[in-house]
């Protein structure tokens, strides 16, 4: 008995081949994943498939950026006067801010924070 030859439709010309190249392994969480193939001259336009297992690898931790605007504004809501942007960075090893009297909590009326 002779083994059938594989015989496979291109994902990008749609045409079926019976050369198919695996230009993709698609995995799935729960069940089985599927195989995507191309026909030799179609192969070329595919990346070149990554490991999975690279994709694991820890990356060195990136801190995230958090941008502070203040602004002064007039009652109709237009800017009056735009004032410095601080800018804080997340996941560094800055110091926080101390919890002292210089830094009261708001007593304005209208939060709703305790006196």
């Known amino acids: 008995m002779t083994a059938r ?6 994902a990008r010309c749609q045409r079926t081949t019976d050369e198919p190249v695996l230009v993709h392994e698609v995995h799935a969480a729960t069940g089985p994943g599927f195989n995507v193939y191309a026909c030799p001259d179609c192969a070329d336009h ?9 994709l694991l690898e820890p990356e060195a931790p990136r801190p995230s950026r958090m941008t502070i605007r203040v602004y002064k504004v007039d009652a109709g809501g237009a800017v009056i006067q735009e004032r410095s942007e ?24 209208g939060c709703g924070t305790a006196r």
């Not at 595919?46 to 690279?54: A, N, R, V």
């Open 5 to 10: 030859p594989p015989v496979r439709m291109c």
């Open 86 to 109: 601080p800018r804080t960075w997340t996941g560094s090893p800055i110091d926080p801010t101390p919890q002292t009297s210089a830094f009261p909590p708001c007593s304005c009326p």
């Open 46 to 54: 595919y990346p070149p498939q990554t490991d999975p297992l690279e």
